[in-house]
Nanobody, 123 residues
């Protein structure tokens, strides 16, 4: 059974940083592309960043490019999202996702999801 467990969310002031983690189990982590999405209440889940499994290529939403960094530690089956220069508009529930079968940027492509972690940025 695949499990993705996010951690590291919290409350931070604008301009601050947070590092999210996603611990994976039940899958051969090193062979899966992974991604972060975020969602506000009543809104669709939106793409944040993705990382390939074989080449380590990374992809970012324009809104976070230059501020967020996605990375992975295949030895520890863990995905990370380093978030710097946070803004109030980065306030969302953040989800990690695994195993895209189509576009990295589409939530519909992903077969596995974590439960989410809340990030709140105060002004």
């Amino acid at each position: 059974q695949v499990q993705l467990v996010e951690s590291g969310g919290g409350l931070v002031q604008a301009g601050g940083s947070l590092r999210l983690s996603c611990a994976a189990s039940g899958l051969t982590f090193s062979t899966y592309a992974m991604a972060w999405f975020r969602q506000a209440p009543g809104k669709e889940r939106e793409f944040v960043a993705a990382i390939g499994w074989s080449d380590g290529n990374t992809y970012y939403a324009d809104s976070v490019k230059g501020r967020f960094t996605i990375s992975r530690d295949n030895a520890k089956d863990t995905l990370f999202l380093q978030m710097n220069s946070l803004k109030p508009e980065d306030t969302f529930v953040y989800y990690c996702a695994a195993d895209p079968r189509g576009s990295y940027r589409s939530s519909a492509s992903y077969g596995y999801w974590g439960q989410g972690t809340q990030v709140t940025v105060s002004s």
